[in-house]
């Protein structure tokens, strides 16, 4: 199947600093990319729509400000968590979708985020 | 309405035993489904697909679909320990069409 990449894997910063998140399809080139935030116990939630080359979509709750997303090539989407609080430390996770009739989603592995 | 709804659960079944988890959706013109499986701590990786009407067989997994009724199933058969986790159905798509996931735990 194809494969989808996170980095870094796990990241603790200091309350008000930003963090990047980078998602990259690896085989694949992804018209779409997804970015969720996972509390502990919860389910999956959906942050924002990323397409390439356009303005993400963002999911009704979700500050555009803070959660900067860029998809600036087909393989690629960042995820920047800007002046995070102790309240953004989740487990966020992109998934890639290749266009094709399908439609399956690749997930990457996560990013677990700790803000100290 | 949710494009994707599944039973939410919690689960349990004992070892062995077989697992059914459910799924219904909105769309009937929706044409591939997905089955995706989710540790505790990990994210989701996919262990199933189907596009047509029926079963689809995969080892000790089978996923059913039945597009007149718009429900698609994931039976789990003999049931392991490791099977314990929440599973996702999703409805391809470019958008996100996901179930909110059943957590299923497989008492030893």
């Known amino acids: 199947g194809a494969v989808v990449s996170q980095h870094p894997s796990r990241v603790i910063c200091k309350s008000g600093t930003s963090v990047k998140i980078e998602c990259r399809s690896l085989?694949?080139?992804?018209?779409?990319m997804f970015w969720y935030r996972q509390f502990p116990k919860q389910s999956l939630m959906l942050m924002a729509t990323?397409?390439?080359?356009?303005?993400?979509?963002?999911e009704q709750g979700v500050e555009k400000d803070k959660f900067l997303i860029n998809h600036a090539s087909l393989t690629l989407s960042t995820l920047t968590v800007t002046s995070a609080h102790p309240e953004d430390s989740s487990f966020y996770i992109c998934s890639a979708n290749s266009g094709g009739l399908a439609g399956e989603q690749y997930f990457g592995p996560g990013t677990r985020l700790t803000v100290t | 309405q949710k494009e994707v709804e599944q039973n939410s659960g919690p689960l349990s079944v004992p070892e062995g035993a077989i697992a059914s988890l459910n799924c219904t959706y909105s769309d009937r013109g929706s044409q591939s489904f997905f089955w995706y499986r989710q540790y505790s701590g990990k994210s989701p990786e996919l262990i199933m697909s189907?596009?047509?009407?029926g079963d689809k067989e995969d080892g000790r997994f089978t996923a059913q679909l039945n597009k007149a009724s718009q429900y698609v199933s994931l039976l789990i058969r003999d049931s392991q320990p490791s099977d314990s986790a929440t599973y996702l159905c999703y409805r391809g798509g470019n958008q996100f069409y996901f179930g909110t996931g059943t957590s299923l735990t497989v008492i030893p």
């Open positions: 990323s397409n390439e080359g356009s303005k993400a979509t963002y």
């Open positions: 085989d694949f080139q992804a018209t779409t």
């Open positions: 189907i596009y047509s009407n």
